[in-house]
Structure formats: structure tokens, C-alpha cells
């Protein structure tokens, strides 16, 4: 190994582990969840299965169905414009990528800004896809019996998320909903499939991530650790600024949940990158992207302890935006807004 280790780092090394196991299992405790008790409401993107009995428990709040991954929490703005929005922001992000590779060749990958840019970039494509996908669907499905098509589009769109917004008021007793016609079963029992579930993971990873490398970029690399390999430049303030900024235009549009458990992805993905450092210099490279991730000093725990630490405000922080949206937007909108739960 190229990579000297001294005793310190296995704490280091200890952190790191601590925070993907945990994450592991708080995804293991809610992820896995499908139905709902007296105590909690699940947030899970696993589909509720029906009792032997042929009833089907109340679907948690946030359960995910497949059309709000393709249509807006505007009731009155067309899905066509989500389309738009979100190949906009890919389109312009995959020319920032470029011109950032052009400046500096492939080895701007070492970097986490370059990881996160990328996971947005990916998590545009999957949406861009996913709602034309979903805008085809929707007008080339037949329609109900007694349903005009425009009423079909409106009910699907607000029925989604009614069926979404169940508050469970009984402490006792299960909620148990009889679905009463094939349709009403096909469209109760309908979620989002992998790509609908990979979605949305992203997009909560997103979430904290780019609040994480802009408010480092901004708050402790441009005023204290500049330098020729971290500097600020058109092109490194575009870098940090586009991926927050197209994402919280997507959040103010989309009808996807933000719920807190998630943030276990977002720890896992920057686990994987201190995994990536250190199999990097273990391979012989020297240079460190940053340096509160060097190894071979004795701050190395406290600063890995740190970084660990802060990724719960940094999601906090994007929990808060979704919240903030969720709250006070339909108070200004009544009767145009329909909350993300």
C-alpha cells in the first residue's frame, strides 16, 4: 500500500464504518416497512400488501405513487412543463460538465462536487424520462367509463394526492379501505417501479448533497483553503451555485416527499467517496482533493467526526426548504397548490 496508516486513522476508519452500518440499519428498520401501526406512519417506497382477508391496509402518507413522480404539485401547471424544467437543467449542467472536464481533463472526478454534480445530472435524466414517459401514458391510456379526458388528467393529479394525505386520527383501530372496482384497485395499488424508487433516492440524496458541497466550497474553501487546485473562478462558482439552485426549481414544481430517514443515502454516498480516497492513495495517489480528508494527521478523527456530523443539517437544511414549501405555499395558493407529503 502506498498509503501510510498510522494509529489515528483507524478511527477514522471507525467513523466511516459507523456511519454506513448505521445508515444500513435505519434503511433496514424503515425502507422495509409496508404497512402502518398505531404509532408511526411509514414513509417507505415498498407497496402495501393486501390481508389475507383481501383488504389492503391505508397507504402510508408518503408512500409514492407513480404519478407524482411526472406531475406538479401546481394543480393548474401542465406536467409538459416538468418535462421541460427538468431536461433544461440536465442539458445545462451536462455544459458545465464539459467545460469543466475540457479545463482540467477526467481527473476532476477526484473531486465530491464533480460525484454530486453528476448524481443531479442523473437524477434529471431519470426525471426528464420518467415524466414524458408518464405524460405519454396518461393521454394515450383509454379513458374511464363517464370520464372526459381533462377530468381524467385533474382527477388523477388530485386523487393521487389525496390518496396520499390519509391521516390516521384512530389510535386504535387499523385503517382498512375495500377497494369496491378494478379500477379502483389498479389505480390504489399503483406505485412508482424501480426507476420511480431510484428516482427518488437520488433526489433526496441530492438534496443534502449539494447543500453540503456548496456550503463547503463557499463557507470553507473559498476564504480559507484556496489555492491552484481550489480556487474560485466563473466556472468553479457556476459549478456550485447551478446544481442547487436547478434542483430547488424542480422541488418548488415536483410532488415528491422528503422524509428524514432518507438521509441514510445521503451518508452512504459519502461514505463510498472517503472509500474511493482511500483506495485512491492506497494505489499511490499522493494529492488529497481536500484537505480535511488527509489521513497523516492526528486532527484526521476529528475532522472525519465533523464531517460526519454536519450531514444532518445539511439534509436539516433541504428538509426544511420541502417544508417550507409544503407550508407556506398553500396558504398563499389554496386553490392552485396541492402539498408534497
Not at 428498520?29 to 398505531?38: I, V, Y
Not at 394515450?140 to 377530468?151: A, I, K, M
Not at 451518508?267 to 482533493?289: D, N
Amino acid at each position: 500500500m502506498a498509503l501510510v496508516v498510522y494509529w489515528y486513522d483507524f478511527i477514522c476508519f471507525g467513523v466511516v464504518a459507523a456511519a454506513f452500518i448505521g445508515s444500513l440499519w435505519v434503511l433496514w428498520k424503515k425502507e422495509a416497512a409496508s404497512r402502518c401501526d398505531e404509532e408511526s406512519v411509514y414513509e417507505s417506497l415498498l407497496e402495501a400488501r393486501p390481508d389475507a382477508d383481501g383488504f389492503i391496509r391505508a397507504t402510508p402518507r408518503a408512500h409514492v405513487g407513480s404519478n407524482q413522480l411526472w406531475t406538479s404539485c401546481w394543480i393548474r401547471v401542465h406536467p409538459g412543463w416538468l418535462v421541460l424544467t427538468r431536461f433544461v437543467s440536465f442539458a445545462v449542467m451536462a455544459g458545465f460538465l464539459v467545460w469543466d472536464i475540457v479545463e482540467w481533463d477526467a481527473s476532476i472526478f477526484v473531486y465530491y462536487t464533480e460525484w454530486t454534480f453528476v448524481l443531479v445530472m442523473v437524477y434529471f435524466a431519470l426525471g426528464t424520462a420518467i415524466s414524458a414517459y408518464g405524460c405519454w401514458v396518461c393521454f394515450t391510456t383509454p379513458l374511464p367509463e363517464n370520464s372526459l379526458r381533462d377530468e381524467f388528467v385533474k382527477t388523477d393529479v388530485e386523487e393521487g394526492r389525496i390518496a396520499n394525505s390519509v391521516t390516521y386520527q384512530a389510535k386504535n383501530v387499523w385503517c382498512k379501505i375495500k377497494l369496491q372496482s378494478h379500477y379502483a384497485q389498479e389505480e390504489f395499488q399503483r406505485r412508482a417501479g424501480f426507476w420511480g424508487y431510484l428516482m427518488q433516492i437520488i433526489y433526496q440524496t441530492c438534496g443534502g448533497a449539494v447543500i453540503l458541497t456548496d456550503i463547503v466550497f463557499w463557507l470553507v474553501i473559498v476564504p480559507f483553503l484556496s489555492n491552484s487546485h481550489l480556487g474560485l473562478n466563473m466556472l468553479m462558482g457556476c459549478m456550485h451555485t447551478v446544481n442547487a439552485v436547478f434542483l430547488i426549481v424542480d422541488t418548488l414544481f415536483n410532488s415528491l416527499p422528503f422524509p428524514w430517514f432518507r438521509l441514510a443515502y445521503f451518508v452512504q454516498w459519502s461514505c463510498l467517496y472517503a472509500i474511493f480516497q482511500w483506495v485512491l492513495h492506497a494505489c499511490g495517489f499522493t494529492w488529497w482533493p481536500y484537505p480535511f480528508l488527509e489521513l497523516n494527521t492526528p486532527w484526521a478523527p476529528l475532522w472525519y467526526f465533523s464531517m460526519a456530523v454536519v450531514h444532518i443539517p445539511c439534509y436539516g437544511t433541504y428538509a426544511l426548504i420541502v417544508k417550507a414549501k409544503n407550508s407556506i405555499l398553500p396558504r398563499l395558493f389554496p386553490h392552485d397548490f396541492v402539498r408534497s407529503y
